[in-house]
């Protein structure tokens, strides 16, 4: 099993910033893409942020130019800078890891979710 703990989330005001962390803990793996993804009230999930594990990046067009995905492969961590923070920023905010393990030949591929971290943007 691989588990993955959050950090980072809370209460900040429109326009500041946080920090989220998400690190993934367990045995005999490794992980392909990593990915925030959050939910506000009342709307659908939707995805943040990925990254593989060759540092490719995307972000979906909402949060371009203040949000930065990044990740440290040695610590199997990913990480999720948040800038200019928005009221429509809030929601709980999830990790994801695509983990790969090897079974009897084969390449077996499963994707694990953080249990959420809450984001509040408020004054």
């Known amino acids: 099993q691989v588990r993955l703990v959050e950090s980072g989330g809370g209460l900040v005001q429109p326009g500041g910033s946080l920090r989220l962390s998400c690190a993934a803990s367990?045995?005999?793996?490794?992980?392909?893409?990593m990915a925030w993804y959050r939910q506000a009230p009342g709307k659908e999930r939707e995805l943040v942020a990925r990254?593989?594990?060759?540092?490719?990046?995307n972000l979906t067009d909402s949060v371009k130019g203040r949000f930065t995905i990044s990740r440290d492969n040695a610590k199997n961590t990913v990480y999720l800078q948040m800038n200019s923070l928005k009221p429509e920023d809030t929601a709980v905010y999830y990790c994801t890891a695509d983990v790969l393990r090897i079974l009897i030949g084969r390449t077996l591929r499963s994707r694990y979710w953080g249990q959420g971290t809450q984001v509040t943007v408020s004054s």
């Open positions: 990254i593989t594990s060759g540092y490719s990046t």
């Open positions: 367990g045995s005999d793996f490794s992980i392909d893409d």
